[in-house]
């Protein structure tokens, strides 16, 4: 069982940036792809980014270029950097983690932390 906890979310004005942390207890991390996901009021929750063990990453294209997620194995730890944010990014953002290859679909994901609130004021 893998536990996840979020953390570094908050208010921010238009072009401001913001890093969400998350930390891992409870299993193997490094075996794991590790995701963040999306939930604005009223939508889907949607992929953003992942990372897998060995560190390639993937984006929705919205984010390619703004985000960069990475990750510290040692440290059980994985990042999402969110640079030049939009209103549109704001959403309570999830960490959750797979062992799957399916890197953007979330009910290939096991595990799910509580979500931190990214509010993008204009």
């Known amino acids: 069982q893998v536990q996840l906890v979020e953390s570094g979310g908050g208010l921010v004005q238009a072009g401001g940036s913001l890093t969400l942390s998350c930390v891992a207890s409870?299993?193997?991390?490094?075996?794991?792809?590790m995701g963040w996901f999306r939930q604005a009021p009223g939508k889907e929750r949607e992929f953003v980014a992942a990372v897998s063990w060995s560190g390639a990453t993937y984006y929705r294209g919205s984010v390619r270029g703004r985000f960069t997620i990475s990750r510290d194995n040692a440290k059980n730890m994985v990042y999402l950097q969110m640079n030049s944010l939009k209103p549109e990014d704001t959403a309570l953002y999830y960490c959750?983690?797979?062992?799957?290859?399916?890197?953007?679909?979330?009910?290939?994901?096991?595990?799910w932390g509580q979500g931190t609130q990214v509010t993008v004021s204009s």
């Open positions: 959750a983690a797979t062992r799957t290859d399916k890197v953007d679909a979330a009910n290939w994901y096991d595990y």
């Open positions: 409870g299993g193997t991390f490094r075996t794991y792809m």
